[in-house]
């Protein structure tokens, strides 16, 4: 945990500094679009880390359950996952929370989470209240097995929404302003892959 | 050779051209068709701008291959459903050129004019679930921008304010001021027409029936089960796109439908899209 305050606070900085143009503007300058992407892409890799150790059967109860607590501080309140399958076309909505719990409840022997090496990250759009929304697309590969035999296999798209505020904070008596990025509702839909 | 092997072939020396003949894992396999893939909207106004390269990075408008000609072209051509759809090459081939034209290139984006999205759902509606049909658009609002239902087509509104005409009709008679309107008592029941008792342009909205039931618990929204764009932002075209969930380089949003229209195909065509009469 410490050790992820540290990596947002150093990346975060960086988009402080580099945002003094754009802060006047009110607006986000493309180059720290960029230092923002970067954040958003830590908090996506950070949650795909903890969907890694929730789902892994080695995981002791206690400690999936602080890792869904950690998961947890990266999402708005309220965010939902919306689920969909080749199957099942229909969305099933479920908060963050829920989703985690179904996931660290799966009915396997060994369950092996990956991510492939492909995102995208969409432009930043400002909404009627002036923060900005973005969403970075992933692919997840789930394998779930029972005994020796593979039970359950499919890679899923998620599309994660990012909102990003500007925000402010005290140091040494300065009142600096910076952009933040938070995780809200995901979308994720089974491919055909 | 087939114009799905053609372009399969085209999708594969853009995405991977340098890439020389080895052992291809399933995993880079499967890579290279994400890659491939037009993953988001945003993605397809990327590519359809020519504002991205091909790993999705995008270029800085003082780069010499932002919105360059070629790359659109380039770009524009994978931006086809090639599996389903119907429409000729030369159509497809006016299409590219009129977009990507020197003296007056036309770019998409989501502040683009005219363009929509249905949204199929499903609503909880008298203990029953089922379908409804929303059209979406992008308005400015506040500091930004938001999406907002415009129209629905739900199929039990469809007849619920059908009026009768002429002499079939239920009215109430012409002298019926003399009694102090006391006939109301019979016209305004539950389960009847109250609908004939309007004037004779009387035009319900739909939308404000949808509110009021959502906000009354009568309708209760359960899912939203597909969606799909439609286009009129360029000059004298019409295309629609839908999401490709499938194996291969050819998925993600794609264009599914492309016409050349004038303004009363345009118009033809919005009242079948809308499902109005």
Do not use: C
Request: aromatic share 12%; net charge negative.
């Amino acid at each position: 945990m410490r050790s992820n305050i540290l990596k947002y606070t150093l990346v975060t900085l960086f988009v402080v500094m580099g945002s003094v143009n754009a802060l006047a503007q009110n607006a986000v300058d493309p180059n720290r679009e960029k230092a923002i992407d970067s954040l958003a892409l830590e908090k996506v890799r950070d949650l795909g880390k903890y969907i890694r150790i929730i789902g892994n059967k080695e995981t002791p109860y206690s400690e999936s359950t602080r890792v869904m607590d950690r998961a947890e501080e990266l999402f708005a309140p309220d965010s939902e996952m919306g689920v969909s399958s080749l199957a099942r076309e229909e969305i099933e909505y479920y908060k963050v929370r829920e989703y985690f719990q179904r996931l660290r409840a799966l009915n396997y022997d060994k369950v092996t989470i990956e991510w492939y090496d492909i995102h995208y990250i969409s432009d930043l759009e400002r909404q009627p209240d002036g923060r900005y929304v973005g969403v970075v697309t992933i692919y997840q590969k789930f394998e779930g097995r029972s005994g020796d035999q593979l039970s359950y296999k499919d890679t899923t798209k998620k599309d994660i929404t990012i909102y990003v505020e500007k925000k402010e904070t005290q140091i040494a008596g300065r009142t600096i302003e910076f952009w933040d990025v938070i995780l809200g509702d995901i979308r994720v839909s089974e491919t055909s892959i | 050779m087939s114009r799905l092997t053609l372009l399969t072939s085209l999708l594969f020396i853009f995405f991977f051209q340098g890439v020389q003949a080895q052992i291809v894992s399933e995993d880079e396999e499967i890579e290279r068709q994400l890659l491939a893939s037009t993953k988001q909207l945003n993605q397809f106004f990327n590519r359809f701008n020519g504002e991205e390269d091909t790993k999705g990075r995008k270029f800085e408008p003082d780069d010499r291959q932002y919105r360059s000609e070629r790359i659109r072209k380039r770009y524009l051509s994978i931006l086809f459903d090639e599996e389903n759809a119907e429409f000729s090459e030369d159509l497809l081939k006016t299409f590219i050129e009129q977009v990507t034209d020197k003296d007056n290139p036309q770019f998409l984006s989501l502040r683009s004019p005219e363009w929509f999205a249905v949204v199929n759902t499903t609503f909880k509606y008298k203990g029953k679930e089922e379908p409804l049909t929303l059209y979406m658009q992008i308005q400015q609002e506040g500091l930004g921008y938001e999406w907002v239902i415009s129209d629905l087509v739900f199929e039990p509104y469809n007849t619920l304010f059908d009026k009768q005409r002429g002499e079939t009709k239920e009215f109430l008679h012409p002298m019926s001021h003399e009694l102090d309107f006391m006939n109301l008592r019979k016209a305004l029941v539950k389960g009847g027409s109250p609908e004939s008792y309007t004037l004779a342009d009387f035009k319900p909205d739909l939308l404000t029936v949808f509110l009021y039931e959502v906000k009354m618990g009568l309708l209760e929204f359960q899912t939203v089960n597909r969606l799909n764009f439609h286009f009129f932002s360029i000059d004298g075209w019409y295309f629609q796109l839908n999401n490709f969930n499938r194996p291969g380089y050819n998925t993600g949003w794609l264009i599914s439908d492309l016409a050349q229209v004038n303004d009363s195909q345009k118009e033809a065509l919005l009242k079948i899209i809308y499902d109005k009469k």
